[in-house]
């Protein structure tokens, strides 16, 4: 797994992209809660609940978040709305643009691969709000194989990915979001954003 990463890598290099440098951390986050009885692409109450506890506990307790990225939203089909619902709330706390990954159904690989190098991330702590099928394709890209699949329920999970310079194997930590709303550092925040319920 890690010769493929440096092998994507590489060939970014050989494509003429800029020298290899890599984000401090990137914080990997499923969207948030959905209602599948409604049958409609957005979050749920309880969803929207969670993304703004979300913008509220990133910078809290994370320190200053730098970048944030979203799997695509099919603007055609309106499908995959919920990722960059779920960033929104981070946005608007941090003042920060989201970008959006537009490939990202079909090139998640190459989107993690291609982060790792991309000069608007190096040295960046960086948040993803993704689809939850294609996450571990994503941190397998980020250069770690450890992820397994995420339950189709499972929406509390809260995964960072730190990097050392010039070492492309994070160290990883893996949360729950449940556990981090019981911290300090979130229960005594100060944020623009509205403090709401708990998912």
């Not at 990133?58 to 730098?66: D, E, V």
């Not at 099919?74 to 959006?100: C, D, F, H, W």
């Not at 449940?178 to 979130?186: D, G, I, R, T, V």
Request: charged share 20%; aromatic share 10%; with cysteine.
């Amino acid at each position: 797994m890690a010769m493929r990463v440096l092998v994507l890598a590489a060939a970014f290099v050989l494509a003429g992209a800029p020298a290899l440098g890599q984000p401090a951390e990137v914080i990997l986050l499923r969207h948030g809660d959905k209602d599948r009885q409604r049958g409609d692409y957005n979050l749920s109450p309880r969803g929207f609940r969670r993304a703004i506890n979300l913008g509220r506990l990133l910078p809290a307790c994370f320190g200053p978040i730098q970048r944030i990225g979203s799997y695509r939203l099919a603007v055609e089909s309106e499908k995959n709305a919920r990722s960059y619902q779920t960033a929104v709330p981070l946005a608007v706390a941090t003042g920060l643009n989201i970008k959006m990954f537009t490939d990202s159904a079909d090139g998640t690989p190459y989107d993690g691969a291609e982060l790792l190098q991309a000069g608007w991330a190096q040295g960046k702590t960086v948040v993803l709000f993704w689809e939850h099928r294609r996450m571990p394709a994503l941190a397998m890209a980020l250069g770690w194989d450890g992820m397994g699949a995420i339950g189709k329920d499972d929406f509390d999970g809260l995964y960072r990915l730190r990097y050392t310079p010039g070492n492309f194997l994070p160290d990883v930590i893996v949360s729950r979001e449940s556990e981090l709303f019981q911290q300090a550092c979130f229960v005594n925040a100060t944020s623009p954003l509205p403090a709401v319920p708990l998912p």
